[in-house]
């Protein structure tokens, strides 16, 4: 993963764990070599194609996580993070190419031995430009809006640099939807600067009829990619009309 601290321009993330000590004992990561993360962070802002982190927590809609990726790479390079209840709803095989091997919550322990090792949900916040979390469980929101940070999206969601884009995608039953608890903890979330992309209402999963349908992959890219152009990003060449 190019630009990322500790990485050989490819993802180190999907490099075994001996292969990794190795190198890092062969060759310190780039932070340690004198690069600090303000020159890093930099060197994001003066590229034209975006980077953006794509998380998933456990609500069925990650059903459409690969559609919601293929997407996103058209205007950007994809990581994905998801939380242990998102992976019941997908295989790693069925996302791109591009945006594999999937980060969970056992790669910050895998990456990290030792005082120096890069910390993955700090590496990540500092390689992406933009920060999607969709679909968005109530379960996940509640934490983020607390503060809470027990796993590797909600710690990059605490790490976060407010200056850059975070796009929240919430799904939900209609019952959860409709709890009080799911306003007061997006207006949280607003007033931390977040972009809230409005569920939509339909049949969902379980049956019932009514708002808490994540919103369609199309308009969840269309969205992020609004905000990183408004942030100075070109997207890319297959711009839509209307978004770019
Ligand atoms: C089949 C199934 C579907 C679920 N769908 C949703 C959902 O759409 N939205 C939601 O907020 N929670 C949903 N849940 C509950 C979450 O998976 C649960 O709250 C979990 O703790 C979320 O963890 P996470 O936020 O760390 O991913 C579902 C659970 C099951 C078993």
């Given at each position: 993963?190019?630009?990322?601290?500790?990485?050989?321009?490819?993802?180190?993330?999907?490099?075994?764990?001996?292969?990794?000590?190795?190198?890092?004992?062969?060759?310190p990561?780039?932070?340690e070599?004198?690069?600090?993360?303000?020159?890093?962070?930099?060197?994001n802002?003066?590229?034209?194609r975006p980077?953006?982190?794509?998380?998933?927590?456990?609500?069925?809609?990650?059903?459409?996580?690969?559609?919601?990726?293929?997407?996103?790479?058209?205007?950007?390079?994809?990581?994905?993070?998801a939380?242990?209840?998102?992976?019941?709803?997908?295989?790693?095989?069925?996302?791109?190419?591009?945006?594999?091997p999937?980060?969970?919550?056992?790669?910050?322990?895998?990456?990290?031995?030792?005082?120096?090792?890069?910390?993955?949900?700090?590496?990540?916040?500092?390689?992406?430009?933009?920060?999607?979390?969709?679909?968005?469980?109530?379960?996940?929101?509640?934490?983020?809006?607390?503060?809470?940070?027990?796993?590797?999206?909600?710690?990059?969601?605490?790490?976060?640099?407010?200056?850059?884009?975070?796009?929240?995608?919430?799904?939900?039953?209609?019952?959860?939807?409709?709890?009080?608890?799911?306003?007061?903890?997006?207006?949280?979330?607003?007033?931390?600067?977040?972009?809230?992309?409005a569920?939509?209402?339909?049949?969902?999963?379980?049956?019932?009829?009514?708002?808490?349908?994540?919103?369609?992959?199309?308009?969840i890219?269309?969205?992020?990619?609004?905000?990183?152009v408004?942030?100075?990003?070109?997207?890319?060449?297959?711009?839509?009309?209307?978004?770019?």
């Amino acid at each position: 993963m190019q630009g990322m601290p500790g990485s050989s321009g490819g993802a180190p993330l999907q490099q075994g764990e001996q292969e990794q000590r190795e190198q890092r004992e062969q060759q310190p990561a780039q932070h340690e070599q004198g690069a600090p993360a303000a020159a890093l962070e930099a060197g994001n802002s003066q590229r034209q194609r975006p980077r953006v982190l794509l998380a998933a927590s456990g609500s069925v809609a990650t059903i459409k996580l690969a559609q919601l990726a293929e997407l996103l790479l058209q205007f950007a390079d994809v990581r994905v993070v998801a939380t242990k209840s998102a992976r019941y709803f997908f295989q790693d095989g069925e996302l791109p190419a591009a945006c594999r091997p999937v980060l969970g919550d056992e790669d910050e322990w895998r990456q990290w031995r030792a005082v120096g090792d890069p910390v993955v949900h700090i590496e990540l916040r500092r390689w992406a430009d933009a920060l999607v979390i969709a679909p968005l469980s109530a379960n996940t929101l509640a934490k983020i809006a607390s503060g809470l940070c027990d796993n590797l999206l909600t710690c990059v969601v605490r790490a976060w640099d407010s200056g850059k884009p975070l796009l929240l995608a919430p799904a939900m039953n209609t019952f959860m939807w409709e709890s009080p608890f799911t306003e007061q903890h997006l207006e949280v979330c607003r007033q931390l600067g977040a972009t809230v992309v409005a569920p939509v209402s339909k049949r969902l999963a379980c049956g019932d009829v009514g708002a808490g349908a994540m919103a369609a992959p199309a308009d969840i890219a269309a969205a992020c990619r609004q905000r990183l152009v408004a942030s100075g990003f070109e997207c890319g060449s297959r711009a839509q009309p209307g978004f770019c």
